[in-house]
């Protein structure tokens, strides 16, 4: 892995150096991938278990699930990048033993999709077309976890129903930030990281450098949000989750350490902390 890093970085430095706006949009590319497409054996319960139905969308059709009582409150879940579905699992059953409606979906270009790549604004519109399909007549909840949490924000800011209840399990704020992370990564120029953040503006039909969870919450009408973050998440830092709480109203924040980034989701006490503040 280490050497395949390096051959990565080199690549994407040649080609940097060499054409910047060629850089930029194979950078952009690669941003888009997603890596981990596999099922885990502790999430195939899931998938047996839920009632499966398809949304039609303009690339590829949506998998979407279903599971508890169809005259429940209304739960959505939102998986992360590089996850799925049954990543949120254990909320799922729960929330289903509670009587609750729980539907959730794959992200496009996750799981079982023929597509390998996705970004933002794809699962936003994915998520957008999921709502209207269900076209809830009273407020309702969204469980969501780290890109699962902005794309959330993001897709309830260009809606008009109204949420309940948010629970982030982590979530970036910055858009612009995460791009530097990757350009840090990768290793490409500024002049290319300009021609990448270019191709990602054209994509989201917004520019990149102006786009916050912060400030998509502001567009949203909510009874209130729970942030759940571990202070030593290696993954998302903590304090994406600090500048969120301090910009909003109606925000808890509970902070945990050494539960992780993706080991949260099977975690007994985050569970029971969501399903307290559902509740309540």
Not at 2 to 12: A, D, G, H, R
Not at 119 to 141: D, G, H, M, S, V
Not at 233 to 256: G, H
């Amino acid at each position: 892995m280490k050497l395949y890093l390096k051959i990565l970085k080199l690549y994407y430095k040649t080609v940097s150096f060499l054409s910047p706006q060629l850089g930029g949009k194979l950078a952009f590319k690669l941003f888009q991938k997603v890596r981990n497409k596999d099922i885990r054996k502790r999430e195939e319960a899931f998938y047996e278990k839920a009632r499966h139905f398809k949304i039609p969308l303009q690339k590829e059709d949506l998998d979407c699930y279903e599971l508890g009582n169809v005259k429940g409150e209304l739960i959505f879940l939102v998986h992360g990048w590089d996850s799925n579905a049954g990543s949120l699992s254990k909320f799922a059953f729960e929330l289903e033993d509670r009587n609750y409606r729980v539907i959730s979906f794959d992200l496009p270009g996750h799981a079982n999709s023929k597509s390998e790549y996705t970004n933002l604004y794809e699962c936003k519109e994915a998520f957008k077309k999921l709502i209207e399909f269900i076209n809830p007549q009273q407020p309702f909840t969204i469980i969501s976890h780290s890109f699962g949490s902005a794309m959330t924000a993001y897709t309830m800011s260009e809606l008009n129903y109204t949420v309940d209840k948010f629970v982030f399990l982590t979530t970036p704020n910055s858009l612009l930030e995460i791009f530097t992370n990757f350009k840090n990564f990768v290793g490409i120029t500024d002049r290319t990281f300009s021609h990448m953040i270019d191709n990602a503006t054209q994509s989201l039909n917004e520019d990149v450098r102006k786009v916050s969870v912060e400030k998509k919450l502001d567009r949203v009408s909510f009874t209130k949000l729970l942030l759940v973050h571990d202070k030593l998440d290696k993954i998302l830092p903590y304090r994406n989750s600090e500048e969120v709480f301090k910009s909003t109203n109606n925000v808890q924040l509970k902070s945990y350490e050494k539960i992780g980034h993706y080991r949260m989701l099977w975690n007994d006490d985050v569970l029971e902390e969501t399903m307290a503040f559902i509740k309540n």
